[in-house]
């Protein structure tokens, strides 16, 4: 079946660092994969979309990598700030009429001043 | 834009009880999906409708599950009869297609608690 692992474990990084997630998927073959940030007590929010055919995209302070073959994909937060702590949920998803979203268990990210 | 609206915020119920969870999706968003989300399991798709049609409802956990969007403005998730175990947040969500892509915009959620 499906899956999508990521960080299982909390990140703990200091303010100014990078931070660095990882997301691996497996019996899949996603036509792009996004990533979301959930606050405590709110729905995700939708960050960055990388297509299959694409290597890298940026926005801001954010960097996501795609690479199909070792079915993964990692997401940075460069100059990392306490406001970024959060966690950070990968979902790949399919092509055509397919409307479904895989979601990963999310990566707890804790940025400490 | 107000954004997905859900309704309850918040809903504790016995077991046994019927528990309607309520949504307004995004105006002029055709897709609408409902998720359950708990520790363990992190957000599970129930279901999602496109154009108020239901497409894909394998992830509806039992018969004691049912959905329904009556139009493109509202959509009901209801669960009769509730049980303990139904405790979870549960998300709806709206996307408009395009381009290939699904960006979902995700309302507040509903936290119920079946004791």
């Known amino acids: 079946s499906q899956k999508i692992e990521q960080n299982s474990e909390a990140l703990n990084i200091q303010e100014g660092k990078t931070a660095t997630l990882t997301c691996n998927y497996t019996?899949?073959?996603?036509?792009?994969l996004q990533w979301y940030r959930q606050d405590p007590g709110r729905g995700p929010v939708f960050l960055l979309l990388?297509?299959?055919n694409e290597k890298e995209k940026r926005k801001e302070r954010l960097k996501v990598t795609f690479d199909t073959t070792l079915k993964q994909s990692l997401f940075h937060i460069t100059a990392s700030q306490p406001a970024d702590s959060a966690t950070y949920l990968c979902?790949?998803?399919?092509?055509?009429?397919?409307?479904?979203?895989?979601w990963g268990l999310g990566t707890s990210l804790a940025v400490n001043p | 834009d107000a954004g997905v609206i859900q309704s309850p915020r918040h809903e504790v119920t016995e077991m046994g009880q019927e528990v309607t969870l309520r949504c307004k999706p995004i105006s002029g968003h055709n897709s609408l999906f409902w998720y359950r989300q708990t520790m363990m399991r992190g957000l599970e798709l129930l279901i999602y409708f496109n154009n108020n049609v239901p497409i894909d409802d394998s992830g509806m956990p039992e018969d004691r599950f049912s959905a329904k969007m009556p139009n493109a403005s509202f959509s009901t998730l209801k669960i009769q009869p509730s049980e303990p175990r139904d405790s979870a947040v549960y998300f709806c969500?709206?996307?408009?297609?395009?381009?290939?892509?699904?960006?979902?915009?995700f309302g507040p959620g509903t936290r119920l608690t079946v004791l």
């Open positions: 979902a790949p998803g399919g092509a055509g009429n397919n409307r479904k979203l895989i």
């Open positions: 969500a709206s996307s408009l297609r395009t381009g290939g892509k699904d960006t979902q915009y």
């Open positions: 019996n899949y073959s996603p036509a792009y």
């Open positions: 990388i297509r299959e």
